[in-house]
């Protein structure tokens, strides 16, 4: 991050999206540059996840438009009784 080099990725959330799939949030660099990070991983074996190509990586400056337009999105599901 920016007070210094990582090589591992911050886990920030995880959850189960099905049975194989899990989603993780995670804080990480790439070529210097601070990202927020949300990922699928999946089991390719038993206790062995890797990630796959789905997901978002973008530059932690514009997590307060992404943390807005989520609100948004979350509103108007339930606006729709998509969720309670």
Do not use: C
């Not at 591992?8 to 099905?18: D, G």
């Not at 990922?39 to 438009?65: C, D, M, N, W």
Request: positive net charge; hydrophobic residues 40%; aromatic residues 4%.
């Amino acid at each position: 991050m920016a007070s210094g080099d990582r090589s591992e990725p911050i886990l920030i959330a995880e959850w189960r999206k099905n049975a194989r799939e899990s989603v993780r949030v995670t804080l990480d660099q790439f070529n210097g540059m601070d990202l927020i990070a949300q990922r699928v991983f999946y089991e390719h074996a038993p206790g062995e996840t890797r990630p796959s190509r789905k997901g978002l990586s973008i530059s932690v400056k514009h997590l307060p438009q992404l943390l807005e337009s989520l609100r948004l999105a979350e509103a108007k599901a339930r606006e729709l009784g998509l969720i309670e």
